[in-house]
């Protein structure tokens, strides 16, 4: 009988065996591979942590003992183990989410999906508890090896040091990859642990003598296993690594092994003081598609074959292709251009650049505050670095675009991938604050292309800025078809469509430029002149914009960002103050925290579609009751509410 559909919660696994709790982890890959190859998530991390979640269930009693994941992208197993087994639409509208979420279930506590922050999120829960006289319970926060690049996780170390009377566990889940290979000093130092052949040879044959005996072998080498450790070490060093944090370290154990790792973690329960376990895993483990994947084991996927690990469907050109592409053509043209990003180097397109130009590309791990403030240096060193980030990490190295690399007038390029609706991944993944955070950077420039040719021209005209940042953000997913402008005016907006009055300017920032050229033509269709314009560069804003802005009764802006404080309300702030009072409609994303679903649903819930933007367009020009086009072609006299002004 399977055993996989009786969990219905943690303490389920009370009651199996050693070899059940095997057997579980066996149906529990079978059941991610079967059901993750048919919705796309991240399938290769969760596969590596199979039995590590197991094993902590079964030591640890979530709820009453929070577990925190670093990121959250491995916690599907951590789902299946608290009830959650069904993966039909997982990150689909109404179904799980990929990563914690806290209405789904009590055993989820933190939904934030950006890396490194694990640790201050376990200090600051361990010492609520303390003060609150619930010490008996204990704080469990899973972190990988790719978290320890980032800074916050060692600033939380050097704290959780200060009050060493608490009940908190460390796992560090070391399989050398984040998205991609971990890089820099800390990972090298792992890896020489995780292949010390002599402490992996000398640590798994103790092991096998002892198990030979029974419990009371497993109990001896528990005992004898902190002497050995002390000589083992010799071969590593890594104890002394954490003992100088003042942090007791086991490990390193093998994280596939359920026995070893139950007993590694009952001891590092017992212990009554912030302990670190390291168990070394493998990412795709048991998934031979995912193990043979060299680029990242399968890290995150659209739908495959479970078979092959093919991908099915269409496998369209897509933005990140096009920048790809068009920075290798610059690296070409400019010597003085190099590429940096925070362990994303292949998701963010930088791949085939690293390729071309190996010694030009710098990967600083996830530590997005780094890498700003060297990029700082680079420029002031003669270079130009293009830093290229998923535009929802760009919040964390906020301090260091304003401070080091604006007010220091440095000429960086910062390329924004992800940027606005990204989808299935939910709200802490969704690019949509940029437009808002960074356009209050002084001197900044910031550009959305509507398409892929103006990509690669934003790019060439970005990378020849030497006195201020410059921002290129795109989206998620296919490029759009090529939209060519009717004329481009002296400021370089482009105009792309004209109507034969003027009643109504819109203005589409990046690839909403199509959706606004969907509503001229249905506002044509009743009698409304409009004109459609790009401005290419969104920040700042053009003189042209202004003047056309005077001649129209009616201003709209449509951008794939948060209504506040996005460009619609720098576009009304400029024409206030060049005395123009013609009426602007910001048309934007909810400053809300958006749930996964698909890119079309969200912003049919934002009113960012053709025919209602229309709707409103016409409500405000011509009336209350109106012909109206709701589809091509169709017509018909609907009562329409006047649109709030904001």
Do not use: C
């Amino acid at each position: 009988m399977p055993i996989l559909p009786g969990i219905t919660g943690p303490r389920d696994l009370d009651g199996l065996s050693r070899s059940q709790l095997t057997e579980l982890a066996e149906e529990i890959r079978t059941f991610l591979v079967e059901n993750v190859s048919q919705t796309g998530g991240h399938l290769g991390p969760n596969l590596g942590v199979v039995e590590l979640t197991i094993a902590l269930h079964r030591v640890f009693e979530s709820p009453d003992d929070p577990f925190v994941f670093d990121t959250g992208h491995q916690s599907y197993v951590h789902k299946l183990l608290t009830g959650r087994q069904d993966f039909s639409a997982l990150r689909v509208r109404g179904g799980l989410a990929g990563y914690p979420q806290r209405s789904e279930s009590v055993h989820d506590v933190v939904e934030s999906s950006h890396a490194s922050s694990s640790l201050s999120w376990a200090d600051g829960i361990s010492r609520a508890l303390s003060a609150t006289g619930r010490d008996d319970r204990h704080v469990v926060a899973v972190v990988g090896d790719g978290a320890l690049t980032g800074g916050m996780t060692w600033e939380a170390l050097n704290n959780i040091t200060d009050d060493n009377d608490r009940n908190l566990v460390i796992v560090v889940n070391d399989n050398g990859r984040s998205y991609a290979p971990t890089i820099g000093g800390m990972s090298r130092y792992l890896n020489r642990v995780r292949t010390a052949g002599a402490y992996k040879d000398l640590h798994h044959r103790s092991d096998r003598f002892f198990r030979a005996f029974g419990p009371v072998g497993r109990a001896l080498f528990r005992g004898v296993r902190g002497g050995t450790h002390g000589f083992l070490s010799r071969f590593t060093n890594n104890e002394a690594l954490y003992s100088n944090l003042d942090i007791k370290y086991l490990g390193p154990v093998d994280g596939h092994d359920i026995p070893t790792l139950i007993e590694t973690l009952e001891l590092a329960k017992s212990y009554g003081a912030p302990v670190i376990v390291h168990a070394i895993t493998e990412k795709g483990r048991g998934y031979q598609p995912a193990r043979d994947d060299e680029a990242d084991q399968f890290h995150a996927v659209n739908r495959i074959d479970p078979v092959t690990g093919e991908p099915l469907g269409s496998s369209s050109r897509g933005w990140t292709d096009v920048f790809s592409d068009a920075l290798v053509r610059v690296g070409e043209q400019n010597p003085r251009v190099i590429a940096m990003t925070a362990a994303m180097l292949r998701p963010t397109g930088l791949a085939p650049f690293a390729e071309r130009f190996p010694e030009r590309v710098y990967d600083v791990g996830i530590a997005e505050q780094h890498a700003v403030a060297s990029a700082a240096g680079l420029a002031y060193g003669g270079l130009h670095p293009v830093v290229a980030l998923y535009a929802t990490f760009m919040g964390r190295a906020f301090d260091q675009v304003l401070m080091d690399v604006a007010l220091h007038k440095a000429g960086v390029t910062f390329v924004l991938d992800r940027a606005g609706v990204t989808g299935p991944d939910g709200p802490s993944h969704h690019g949509m604050w940029d437009l808002a955070m960074l356009q209050i950077v002084p001197h900044i420039r910031i550009s959305a292309p509507r398409d892929g040719a103006r990509l690669a021209e934003a790019l060439e005209e970005a990378v020849a800025v030497d006195d201020a940042p410059t921002v290129i953000r795109y989206p998620k997913g296919g490029v759009a078809d090529d939209i060519e402008a009717i004329e481009r005016l002296d400021d370089g907006v482009d105009v792309l469509s004209r109507g034969e009055s003027e009643d109504v300017l819109i203005v589409g920032i990046g690839p909403f430029a199509a959706l606004a050229m969907d509503v001229a033509a249905r506002l044509r269709a009743q009698g409304i002149g409009a004109t459609v314009i790009d401005p290419r560069w969104a920040i700042p804003v053009q003189p042209s914009i202004v003047e056309l802005a005077a001649r129209h009764r009616l201003v709209i802006t449509l951008e794939d960002g948060i209504r506040v404080g996005g460009i619609g309300t720098r576009v009304r702030q400029v024409l206030r103050e060049a005395g123009i009072d013609t009426a602007v409609d910001e048309l934007g994303l909810p400053d809300e925290f958006i749930d996964h679903a698909s890119r079309d649903q969200i912003l049919a819930d934002a009113g960012l579609t053709a025919s209602k933007i229309a709707q409103d367009v016409v409500a405000q020009v011509l009336g209350t009751r109106i012909p109206v086009a709701r589809h091509a072609g169709e017509t018909g006299a609907i009562d329409l509410p006047l649109r709030e002004r904001r």
